[in-house]
């Protein structure tokens, strides 16, 4: 079945470093893709998406591109503040293949001053 | 209202017990997700319902687990005879049908069994 896999965490960096977390998935048909976002007490929220192959999809400074031949979305930001400390979800939606919303396990972040 | 309501938002039961758990999706939505998230895990999908096709029950993780939903509209989650390891917060979203649009999260209720 469809799945997705993003990198372990926790990981910690320091004010203004690069964030990197890799996503890649397995799907039998053309999924959108997707990353949530769940800050400190508060519920998921939608960070940013693509629906298809080469997308980009941006907010808040995050970037993330949908890589076909990779099966990638990796999430990037290059410059990061302790306000994105939360933990980030990999999603991935196929309704051509009746699959409902599928997360990867979350990589928690955390930025120091 | 606006957005994904949950009730309750927090819950406490005696082991053994049975607790109904409500998500109001948004009007329109479709699609209406039932997730576990377990104190610093991931989520860990429940039941999927997507317009009068046949719920996707493949997360349920125990038959003391159910889910109904009425229409398009209100779903309940039952969890029979709760068991410790049952304590975590529940998570309800919903959305269009079509898989390029975002699912929307509520707050989640917290259930705690002692």
Same mark, same amino acid.
């Given at each position: 079945?469809?799945?997705?896999?993003?990198?372990?965490?926790?990981?910690?960096?320091?004010?203004?470093?690069?964030?990197?977390?890799?996503?890649?998935?397995?799907?039998?048909?053309?999924?959108?893709?997707?990353?949530?976002?769940?800050?400190?007490?508060?519920?998921?929220?939608?960070?940013?998406?693509?629906?298809?192959?080469?997308?980009?999809?941006?907010?808040?400074?995050?970037?993330?591109?949908?890589?076909?031949?990779?099966?990638?979305?990796?999430?990037?930001?290059?410059?990061?503040?302790?306000?994105?400390?939360?933990?980030?979800?990999?999603?991935?939606?196929?309704?051509?293949?009746?699959?409902?919303?599928?997360?990867?396990?979350?990589?928690?972040?955390?930025?120091?001053? | 209202?606006?957005?994904?309501?949950?009730?309750?938002?927090?819950?406490?039961?005696?082991?053994?017990?049975?607790?109904?758990?409500?998500?109001? /999706?948004?009007?329109?939505?479709?699609?209406?997700?039932?997730?576990?998230?377990?104190?610093?895990?991931?989520?860990?999908?429940?039941?999927?319902?997507?317009?009068?096709?046949? /719920?996707?029950?493949?997360?349920? /993780?125990?038959?003391?687990?159910?889910?109904?939903?009425?229409?398009?509209?209100? %779903?309940?989650?039952?969890?029979?005879?709760?068991?410790?390891?049952?304590?975590?917060?529940?998570?309800?979203?919903? %959305?269009?049908?079509?898989?390029?649009?975002?699912?929307?999260?509520?707050?989640?209720?917290?259930?705690?069994?002692?």
């Amino acid at each position: 079945g469809d799945s997705v896999t993003q990198m372990e965490g926790p990981v910690t960096l320091s004010e203004e470093a690069f964030l990197t977390i890799n996503c890649t998935y397995t799907a039998t048909g053309y999924p959108s893709l997707f990353w949530y976002v769940q800050y400190p007490g508060e519920g998921l929220q939608l960070l940013l998406k693509a629906t298809k192959a080469d997308d980009k999809g941006s907010n808040k400074g995050f970037e993330a591109t949908y890589r076909k031949e990779t099966t990638s979305f990796h999430l990037e930001k290059g410059s990061v503040q302790v306000s994105d400390s939360a933990v980030y979800f990999c999603a991935l939606s196929d309704r051509a293949g009746n699959t409902p919303l599928v997360f990867g396990k979350g990589t928690r972040l955390s930025v120091i001053a | 209202g606006a957005g994904v309501s949950q009730s309750p938002s927090n819950k406490v039961t005696e082991k053994g017990k049975d607790v109904e758990l409500r998500c109001d /999706p948004i009007s329109g939505h479709t699609a209406l997700y039932w997730y576990r998230q377990r104190l610093g895990q991931g989520l860990e999908f429940l039941i999927y319902f997507q317009g009068n096709s046949a /719920p996707d029950k493949s997360g349920l /993780p125990s038959d003391r687990f159910s889910a109904e939903r009425t229409g398009e509209s209100v %779903s309940t989650l039952t969890i029979q005879r709760t068991q410790q390891e049952d304590s975590a917060v529940y998570l309800c979203a919903s %959305s269009l049908q079509e898989s390029n649009t975002e699912a929307f999260f509520g707050q989640g209720t917290r259930l705690t069994v002692v």
